[in-house]
């Protein structure tokens, strides 16, 4: 099936700091989207990318949707310690209306 | 607006077992999904339904998993006999799906460990 890796697969940052990850997929994806998980929870959204090169913003979330489409990146600013979690980038296929996650990255963020 | 409800929280049971899952996704959606979470991974997606009808579960193990959704509401799914590496976290999730957007949402999650 369709991989999709995420990195770092964690990050430790302190509160205040920038933080940038990035997600890699061997396939084309007509949508991007970034889910975050919190412990005991399912995963919410908290940004949808629609067309290759969109540049979307949400408070201080930040993500690209890459050029070939096969990749997307998200970026926090001035991380808070409620930033903690598993985020998720995910491809869709509109065509297949189906959803792939990819493996996440574990922010940490220490006071 | 009320969220996808699932229960139970937490199962274990030994392996042989069966368990069931419920879901009840937000009014409205025409989309039900329900996904495996193993520790450490990404959510996989074992079925997809639209209304009462599947729309894909190439990756359900259908030897062991089953799930309906007769009334195209509410869902259930199945493992019967369970086995060890059957222990994750079950998600459901539904969509509204009036344009193809890939925007789940998502209920707490049932988590299943099997002994």
């Known amino acids: 099936g369709q991989q999709l890796n995420q990195s770092p697969q964690s990050m430790f940052i302190q509160e205040g700091e920038d933080v940038s990850m990035n997600c890699t997929s061997s396939?084309?994806?007509?949508?991007w989207l970034w889910y975050k998980q919190d412990p005991g929870e399912g995963p919410v959204l908290l940004i949808a990318?629609?067309?290759?090169?969109e540049l979307t913003s949400n408070g201080r979330l930040t993500a690209q949707f890459g050029i070939t489409r096969k990749d997307s990146f998200l970026n926090i600013s001035a991380s808070i310690p409620s930033d903690v979690g598993i985020y998720f980038c995910?491809?869709?296929?509109?065509?297949?209306?189906?959803?792939?996650f990819g493996t996440g990255t574990r922010l940490q963020v220490t006071l | 607006e009320a969220g996808v409800a699932q229960s139970p929280r937490y199962k274990i049971i030994e392996k042989r077992q069966s368990v069931a899952f419920w879901c009840n996704p937000i009014?409205?959606?025409?989309?039900l999904y329900w996904y495996q979470q193993i520790l450490g991974q990404g959510p996989k997606l074992l079925i997809q339904?639209?209304?009462?009808?599947?729309?894909?579960d190439s990756q359900l193990p259908k030897d062991r998993f089953s799930a309906e959704r007769l009334k195209g509401v509410d869902s259930t799914l199945k493992i019967q006999p369970a086995k060890l590496e059957d222990s994750a976290v079950y998600l459901c999730?539904?969509?509204?799906?009036?344009?193809?957007?890939?925007?789940?949402?998502f209920g707490e999650g049932s988590r299943l460990t099997v002994l």
């Open positions: 999730a539904s969509s509204l799906d009036r344009v193809n957007t890939g925007e789940l949402f």
């Open positions: 396939s084309i994806f007509n949508t």
């Open positions: 990318l629609y067309k290759a090169g």
């Open positions: 995910a491809g869709y296929t509109g065509t297949a209306s189906k959803l792939t």
């Open positions: 009014s409205g959606h025409a989309t």
């Open positions: 339904f639209q209304n009462n009808g599947v729309v894909d």
